[in-house]
């Protein structure tokens, strides 16, 4: 199914972004990534090899908490790395759950990161520890290989394969698009696991090439009317057509993508289209095909105009469906009907089709580390060493502890308690439906605080929303700490987006079930104007909604953000809003 690839060296490299040389000198991403991990003298590796761990799932970062303290004591910056999982569909077993719990706590910052595409994230992993800690993982019969860099990331589903036999198929389509997309070099296991060099590593990228893809790629699988996967925010979706317990195909939507520079118009958070209908045995093909048109048509000069949302933008879906058919020989199948009522996860414990209990744990911005009163990683070490069933990473940052026996049901819900981690020990509706992405101190991205800040304004909103009567109602709440839109939060109904220390644009308005974006409401903003703003709307929601309108809709019908869907409007009403902010 292979076609042949245009993108090396289709153009001058010089004329390309330099990492485009960079991947092409690279032999298929060793670098120089041998010799920078072996050099005694600095816990970092040189900027060319960062680039190329990458693709390894690897990223180099310094505690910006001690930059300062340690330029004036002349030190290098804090180097580590953070190691991300390849986790197709975001299921484990409960021995390797046990495995990288043990990892955490021996190579790692001792805690585990639960993130929005359902996999672990170990931080503070330092040089000398890097080998042992990528050896643990393939011991555990995992990897990290494109969880990072410019390729296919890891593809997220609705969580739990248990769920159903429809949610088992699709669970397996996640994991076998993952593994079909993967990167074929040789560089990680030589370099890594310390194995050998084999001999058919020579032509090690069939699909991929020499210079990899323009940028990162995101594919996601959704099974109606769970939205959870924010299907509409990835470059390729699937969300799956079921007709009386069959599943029937995919409708393929293409383009969409949450990342902009603040103030540059030409980014944009973008949802996709639906380009048509696929049968599930083309998937894999339709997958391969789409990723590969935008290995030859991305923009390899300007990486902020490289996803595939802008080659979609620029060239439009007929142009893509026609470019699609001419590569699978047949053209897609008209798009058919579907309906999507979340985005969010359902809490706490549900039951299987085939009777087995499961159960959704809240976990506060994926942090997974024990705290007093709520020793969270102990308590899931202790569930793992009786569980049965599957651990389910959602792509909402919470758990699913999945397959439990109805015998075993109330031995799962003691460690819970015991450990005091069970939902309604823990968590408001409010705080159940917010969530943060990293930032500080381990994101060198970051511009404003996110996951260290987003409870304390919980905290704070709480109280408004409790004296309002509105406890019981769900209203999302993402924050990012910066514009990139690591938690999604263009597709929350509130949304913060940092821009200096202390400082956030406000968005409003995005709908509950991810598929209207939501639009800047106020600009860099801090802490108190931020609290009054939303009090006030709060208590014009509470006071004038509909009957089960939720905020999202209710600041749109009241008019006071617009509906927004396209990405370009997206940028143009910002822009508007800080020209008359002066
Ligand atoms: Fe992200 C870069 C964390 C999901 C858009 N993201 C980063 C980096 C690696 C910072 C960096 O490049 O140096 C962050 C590491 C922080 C840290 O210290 O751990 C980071 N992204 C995360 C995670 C851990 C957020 C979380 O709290 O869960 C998520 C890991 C997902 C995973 O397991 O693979 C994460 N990132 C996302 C998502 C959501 C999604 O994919 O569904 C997005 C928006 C969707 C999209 O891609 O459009 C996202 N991350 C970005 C971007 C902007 C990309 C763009 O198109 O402009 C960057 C910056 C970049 O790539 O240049 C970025
Ligand atoms: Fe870092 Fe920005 Fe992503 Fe948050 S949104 S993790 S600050 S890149």
Same mark, same amino acid.
Request: proline share 5%; charged share 25%.
């Given at each position: 199914? +292979? ?33 920078? =991990? ?36 002349? =030190?290098?910056?804090?180097?580590? @790395? ?24 021996? +190579? ?17 992993? @330092? ?162 095909? +789409? ?28 142009? @893509? ?229 939720? @905020? ?31």
């Amino acid at each position: 199914m +292979t076609l042949p690839r245009t993108s090396d060296l289709s153009r001058p490299l010089g004329e390309l972004h330099d990492n485009e040389r960079l991947k092409f000198d690279s032999q298929y991403l060793r670098g120089t990534i041998a010799q920078s =991990l072996a050099d005694p003298i600095t816990g970092s590796v040189t900027e060319d090899d960062a680039k190329l761990m990458k693709f390894f799932g690897i990223y180099q970062q310094d505690d910006r908490d001690l930059r300062e303290e340690r330029r004036r004591a002349k =030190l290098e910056p804090h180097f580590q @790395f953070m190691v991300r999982v390849r986790l197709p569909g975001g299921v484990c077993t409960p021995a390797q759950w046990l495995a990288l719990d043990a990892a955490a706590r021996e +190579t790692a910052n001792g805690q585990l990161r639960l993130t929005t595409r359902q996999t672990f994230q170990f931080h503070g992993v @330092f040089k000398p520890s890097l080998r042992r800690h990528l050896q643990s993982i393939a011991a555990a019969g995992l990897d990290t290989i494109a969880a990072c860099g410019d390729d296919n990331r890891n593809v997220i589903c609705n969580s739990n394969p248990l769920l159903s036999p429809i949610h088992a198929q699709v669970s397996a389509l996640a994991r076998q698009i993952s593994a079909h997309l993967l990167p074929r070099t040789g560089a990680y296991r030589e370099i890594f696991l310390e194995q050998p060099a084999r001999a058919s590593d020579a032509e090690e990228e069939p699909l991929y090439g020499r210079t990899y893809l323009p940028r990162k790629f995101k594919i996601a699988l959704a099974v109606p009317p769970q939205n959870d996967v924010d299907v509409f925010a990835h470059d390729l979706g699937f969300v799956a057509i079921v007709n009386e317990g069959r599943l029937e195909g995919f409708n393929v939507l293409v383009g969409g993508g949450m990342g902009m520079t603040h103030k540059v118009p030409t980014t944009f958070p973008r949802l996709s289209d639906v380009a048509g209908f696929c049968r599930p045995e083309d998937v894999v093909a339709v997958a391969e095909h +789409t990723m590969c048109i935008q290995r030859d048509y991305g923009d390899r000069k300007d990486r902020a105009h490289a996803r595939f949302k802008y080659t979609i933008e620029d060239r439009g879906v007929e142009w @893509f469906t026609d470019e699609l058919a001419r590569r699978l020989g047949r053209p897609l199948e008209p798009a058919r009907p579907f309906r999507f009522t979340t985005s969010a996860d359902r809490y706490g414990w549900h039951q299987g089709a085939d009777g087995r209990w499961h159960y959704t744990l809240f976990i506060e911005n994926g942090r997974v580390c024990d705290r007093p009163g709520k020793t969270l990683m102990s308590g899931l070490r202790e569930i793992a060493q009786v569980h049965t069933g599957l651990f389910a990473l959602t792509t909402n940052q919470n758990l699913t502890i999945a397959g439990v026996a109805p015998a075993q049901r109330a031995q799962i819900e003691a460690l819970l308690v015991a450990h005091g981690i069970e939902n309604a020990q823990q968590a408001s509706t409010l705080r159940r439906h917010a969530m943060a992405c990293v930032a500080l101190p381990t994101c060198g991205l970051a511009m404003a605080e996110s996951e260290r800040y987003l409870p304390s304004l919980v905290t704070k909103l709480e109280e408004t929303i409790a004296a309002l009567g509105l406890q019981e109602t769900p209203i999302t709440l993402r924050m990012s700490g910066c514009p990139n839109g690591c938690s999604r939060p263009y597709l929350a109904e509130i949304a913060l987006v940092g821009k200096a220390p202390g400082k956030y644009n406000l968005y409003l308005g995005a709908s509950a079930n991810g598929d209207r974006l939501n639009c800047l409401y106020l600009e860099n903003t801090d802490e108190g104007r931020i609290l009054e703003a939303l009090r006030s709307l709060l208590k014009r929601y509470a006071s004038e909604r509909l009957a089960q309108e939720r @905020f999202g809709d209710f600041v749109v019908r009241t008019g006071i953000v617009p509906a927004m869907r396209a990405g370009r409007e997206f940028q143009r009403i910002a822009v508007e809003r800080q020209a008359a902010n002066g």
